[in-house]
């Protein structure tokens, strides 16, 4: 009578869903401030003026029913325009109105991207750790998600990718500034990947894509994230403004697909046919039009550092072994066990919510989101002190 397969995943939320939830009934219990949440990647710190001001003078300035109506299915022109120069003006492509896709968010992005592409007997490969909600997009649109391993530093493995990376890849979806790990790509490494889609696609005879999820791209403290169109032709890059400009609740991002891929025009009428079967037409009007406006810009990421460093700085003083992140906003922790969901589990009676790196596509790590106010993280530390001395006790 139903869907099974819809009703385990509105009955089963991701791990890191129901973490966040379980947090929310113990904030009832023992008092929010008791209750070390580290679970969500939702932004604390606060959406910049600049963005108010702009969701201020929209209201003042434009007629109701422009402002809030319907804009084209693949967004506002206006919006694309701005969306396309900004890529042509920073990056140096020569990107056109006509191949950028207004979205509800990166998600949706990527959930469009993977079904523009998809046809029967396709693989999608992405390499771990990777953000566990692309296994759902790639199995829901009827495809096979491979998983290939990064190195030790959590970066590209090329030896890897090419043993995963066959004749039913159709794409290969890379995440950087990364989440769960904060790596970020380097030029070096995007040029091998491109080798090797390259190399691959030959040996193939047709295109092997590569999507590119960024949605932490301004948030880094100092590492530079190379542009993925300058270095593969065959490109479809998914942003999000959710953390850049801390607007997670409204939903708004893009799609750009590469002005140099092979029948680019094709490819995006499939974007704009996978949205409209997906039901992602005509993104949220009124953000459209205040992303148009904050192109480039970001909250304060120097709030961010901060938090990293303090973490960072007290969790490894106190002998916790941490990667130390280049971007994003979050830490990602060895555990004190080889069974990180076991490790996780045990954290709860500090009232810390860690999140396990299983679903990450790896073991034995988790994840801890930064972006919570400071003092979450200063009341955090007798009870991760407690956590690592019931592992590790020390000798009186």
Do not use: W
Not at 355 to 382: L, N, Q, W
């Amino acid at each position: 009578m139903l869907n099974k397969t819809m009703q385990h995943l509105g009955e089963e939320r991701s791990v890191i869903r129901e973490l966040f939830e379980y947090g929310n009934g113990r904030k009832k219990i023992v008092g929010e401030e008791n209750v070390f949440d580290f679970s969500i990647g939702n932004p604390s710190v606060p959406t910049p003026d600049f963005v108010q001001k702009e969701i201020r003078r929209l209201i003042d300035t434009v007629p109701p029913e422009v402002l809030h109506g319907y804009t084209s299915a693949p967004g506002a022109q206006e919006v694309r325009k701005a969306v396309s120069d900004h890529i042509e003006t920073k990056f140096g492509v020569p990107m056109s109105a006509n191949l950028v896709y207004m979205t509800c968010g990166a998600a949706a992005s990527i959930a469009i991207a993977v079904e523009a592409l998809c046809e029967e007997g396709d693989e999608f490969v992405t390499v771990a750790p990777f953000y566990p909600e692309y296994r759902i997009y790639v199995e829901g649109s009827g495809a096979k998600l491979v998983v290939s391993q990064s190195d030790e530093k959590f970066h590209l493995d090329i030896e890897a990718l090419d043993k995963a990376v066959g004749k039913h890849t159709k794409a290969v979806i890379i995440n950087s500034p990364n989440n769960p790990t904060g790596a970020v790509l380097s030029a070096e490494e995007l040029k091998a990947l491109s080798a090797l889609l390259e190399k691959k696609s030959l040996e193939k005879g047709e295109t092997i894509f590569l999507i590119a999820d960024e949605p932490y791209r301004e948030l880094t403290y100092g590492a530079e994230v190379p542009f993925p169109m300058n270095f593969y032709h065959d490109t479809i890059l998914c942003y999000s403004f959710s953390k850049s400009l801390s607007l997670a609740g409204e939903r708004i991002g893009y799609i750009a697909v590469s002005p140099f891929a092979c029948h680019a025009d094709d490819l995006f009428s499939a974007v704009c046919g996978a949205g409209r079967r997906l039901g992602f037409v005509c993104a949220p009007a009124l953000f459209q039009r205040v992303c148009a406006a904050s192109l480039g810009k970001s909250c304060d990421v120097e709030k961010y550092r901060a938090n990293r460093d303090l973490l960072y700085g007290a969790l490894t003083s106190l002998g916790y072994e941490c990667v130390p992140p280049e971007g994003a906003f979050y830490l990602f922790v060895k555990a004190l066990e080889e069974n990180a969901v076991a490790f996780s589990e045990r954290a709860k009676k500090y009232e810390l919510l860690l999140v396990p790196s299983d679903s990450f596509g790896v073991g034995g790590y988790v994840r801890i989101s930064y972006c919570v106010p400071r003092a979450v993280i200063e009341r955090s530390f007798p009870a991760f002190k407690k956590l690592y001395e019931e592992y590790r006790p020390r000798s009186l």
